[in-house]
């Protein structure tokens, strides 16, 4: 798969002003794999991302991984972090709170908990019946967000317990495209958060944005995001083509 439409990169391409690319990490420059710290970039994305450094007003990945594990995988110098959806400050989880997901995800083999600091993770991949083991953790999971005043957010294959009110990968695209005071951005996703970053974009192009929406596209690609993409690349090597042509 791959598809475009030429206006929105053409447009991109001729906005005057100050340009970014933003980007997500895990589906989009890094395959999927079976557990997150096997993760690792795709071939030619380093590269590819230092070019941009010098040449638009702002290059940065935004992910719901943690700042020091993007250091590590990205590890390009210039390029902004956006970790754990653009969330880091102080903010600690309810007390008990992990304990109490832990036990949950204890309830089913193969399920994997991934503190964060501020939020959760409750990865399902690795269960003999993931669509089974998703439909058993969603309601518990749902319930202690309502209880502790979290919020229970979905992706590929993991829920995570989020700050209840945050806005998240939207709110953090939004943030850079209003800090670095750009005029135009390309941001590329895969999954279902994605969406919400997309969402925003379509309200700033509203109020003058030159704004280029990519999908990455792969097995567990909603079909929303890739219905609402002006540009759809296929996988992690799809996107690190596009990158190379900015």
């Known amino acids: 798969m791959g598809s475009s439409k030429p206006r929105a990169l053409e447009a991109f391409a001729a906005a005057e002003g100050r340009a970014g690319i933003l980007v997500d990490f895990d589906g989009s420059l890094s395959p999927i794999v079976a557990r997150p710290e096997l993760a690792q970039i795709r071939e030619g994305a380093r590269d590819a991302l230092a070019r941009l450094v010098g040449r638009f007003a702002v290059v940065a990945v935004v992910s719901g991984r943690t700042r020091a594990e ?33 036990a949950i995800a204890a309830t089913i083999p193969g399920i994997r908990t991934e503190p964060k600091g501020g939020s959760i993770a409750v990865h399902y991949r690795g269960a003999a019946d993931p669509q089974a083991a998703e439909s058993a953790l969603a309601g518990a999971l749902a319930s202690i967000a309502v209880e502790t005043g979290m919020e229970l957010i979905e992706g590929k ?42 969402e925003v974009l379509d309200r700033l192009s509203a109020d003058g944005l030159v704004a280029v929406k990519v999908a990455v596209h792969g097995p567990e690609t909603p079909t929303a995001l890739t219905a609402s993409a002006d540009v759809v690349v296929d996988g992690p090597a799809g996107l690190v083509g596009l990158l190379r042509r900015l």
């Open 70 to 102: 993007l250091e590590t995988l990205i590890g390009v110098p210039g390029v902004r972090l956006a970790a754990l959806y653009g969330i880091e400050d102080d903010t600690t989880l309810p007390e008990d709170l992990e304990e109490r997901v832990r």
């Open 157 to 198: 294959k993991v829920l995570e317990l989020v700050p209840a009110g945050r806005p998240l990968k939207g709110g953090a695209v939004e943030r850079i495209v209003i800090d670095a005071a750009l005029d135009a951005v390309l941001y590329a996703g895969d999954d279902q958060a994605d969406l919400k970053a997309f």
